[in-house]
């Protein structure tokens, strides 16, 4: 992540996962993205979230403004 680029996303399956289960980590640098505005997006494209967790991550020897905040749903 940069500030060019302050966000990506990572869809993925964990082993043993059903096939209709699916896991999207988005990453998004120097500020969260509300769940409000998340959720809504994802159940337009056909997805249902049951499960969201939301870390904070500081860099070693970052600063404030190089947090990374994961958003982890499945």
């Known amino acids: 992540l940069s500030a060019d680029r302050p966000r990506a996303v990572a869809l993925h399956r964990r082993e043993g996962d059903s096939a209709t289960r699916v896991n999207l ?37 970052g600063s404030e403004a190089d947090r990374i905040w994961l958003h982890d749903m499945a």
């Open 25 to 61: 980590k988005v990453f998004s640098r120097g500020t969260a993205l509300p769940l409000s505005e998340r959720v809504p997006l994802l159940e337009n494209l056909g997805f249902r979230v049951v499960n969201e967790r939301t870390y904070r991550v500081l860099p070693a020897g």
